[in-house]
């Protein structure tokens, strides 16, 4: 722009003296400045010409939006080292869930047992879950030392392949008995369309009752598992224990359950053997030379609201104790209530003759309230 105005100067100042090159005096006086000032415009115009041509009216110079822009300068590249971030626990597993268990057991022979323990499970990236569970466990038999026990156990669940592997271990405490450590492990396999096996090993302390705390007994089981779902609507479920106790003696059991369903309607048949090579001490455990339960049972299972799911069952059958056979019945009720879309809780009631004592002179009956409250995180 500068040189504009400059030249433009230096023009009007040649007009104005060529306008008076018609008197004779003033050109001979002035022609030397006027030679000069033609030399000057001349070379201001070629250094122009080689910058950029100088013109008197364009667009840009009168609407500067019109202007063409500055070029824009290449960005200067610099490497800039990202910070670090140090990993946190919710990178590699999450809080998945907790279950809280309860249940309350009581017969007519004076045992009772309480059982209350939360689990927390977290999930890793990869599917595996990880749970811990404590808890605050009493057993109370009439008339004998009752027994607190506060259990600590952690729990992997994850897969290797199709093989699922369920382990847990950890330690028992108790209120004036010696620490126990327990341990167990279960490996299911599907094996054909709707057949899983499983294998199941444990080791722990029997907690069968006051009398069994009492007397540290201790046993080792295992055995297989199958599930077939036969088709969409029937089931059958088969297992398989053989159990060694610290004392030599050594049981077997088995429990098989073949169902069918019809809408919100089932039936089922239950078949249950167990017998030990020989009775435990007097007041030690039940451990029968041959115990067989058999029973049907009818059940309905459906929504009563839309919050409200219950499952109500009938079960009657015979068993046989020391070869005398008497009545096995039984009813359970069940309800879940979805309290939100994250919690849910389960509440149950189960009566039942079927026997756990070597008692055989009046009838034997017992009750159990369970329960269990979810919560999805």
């Not at 059982?115 to 999930?123: F, G, L």
């Not at 106790?245 to 309607?265: A, C, H, I, T, V």
């Not at 001490?281 to 115990?291: E, L, Q, R, T």
Request: include cysteine.
């Amino acid at each position: 722009m500068y040189k504009f105005l400059v030249v433009s100067a230096i023009a009007l100042e040649v007009w104005l003296i060529s306008s008076q090159l018609d008197s004779p005096a003033w050109a001979q006086d002035h022609q030397e400045q006027f030679i000069n000032l033609q030399t000057t415009v001349q070379s201001l115009e070629m250094i122009a010409e080689g910058d950029r041509p100088l013109l008197l009216a364009t667009p840009s110079q009168f609407n500067p939006n019109l202007r063409e822009p500055d070029p824009i300068p290449a960005p200067v590249q610099e490497f800039i080292v990202p910070p670090k971030v140090e990993p946190t626990f919710t990178d590699y597993a999450v809080l998945d869930n907790l279950k809280l268990n309860f249940q309350n057991y009581a017969d007519n022979e004076g045992q009772h047992n309480q059982i209350i323990e939360p689990t927390w499970q977290w999930r890793f990236k990869d599917g595996t879950v990880f749970s811990f569970q404590t808890g605050f466990n009493s057993f109370d038999t009439a008339n004998k030392a009752s027994v607190r026990n506060v259990p600590l156990q952690f729990g992997v669940t994850t897969k290797l392949g199709s093989l699922t592997l369920d382990t847990h271990a950890g330690i028992d405490i108790y209120d004036r008995l010696p620490t126990t450590v327990n341990f167990d492990v279960t490996a299911s396999l599907p094996v054909l369309s709707g057949v899983t096996i499983s294998g199941f090993f444990e080791q722990k302390p029997y907690k069968f009752s006051a009398d069994s705390l009492n007397n540290q007994i201790s046993t080792r089981r295992f055995g297989p598992n199958i599930y077939w779902q036969i088709d969409p609507d029937t089931s059958l479920f088969s297992r398989y224990r053989w159990g060694n106790y610290n004392d030599g003696n050594n049981e077997q059991q088995s429990y098989s359950r073949l169902e069918r369903k019809f809408g919100q309607f089932a039936i089922a048949g239950n078949l249950f053997v167990w017998f030990y090579d020989r009775e435990a001490a007097k007041n030690s455990y039940f451990s029968p030379p041959d115990f067989l339960v058999y029973s049907g049972e009818i059940s309905w299972e459906g929504d009563v609201f839309n919050t409200l799911k219950c499952r109500l069952a009938a079960n009657l059958g015979e068993q046989r104790l020391n070869n005398a056979f008497s009545p096995a019945r039984g009813y359970q009720a069940r309800c879940t209530v979805k309290v939100s879309p994250n919690i849910e809780a389960d509440l149950g009631y189960n009566y039942s003759t079927v026997r756990n004592t070597s008692s055989t002179s009046e009838p034997f009956t017992s009750e159990t309230l369970s329960g269990q409250l979810r919560v999805k995180f």
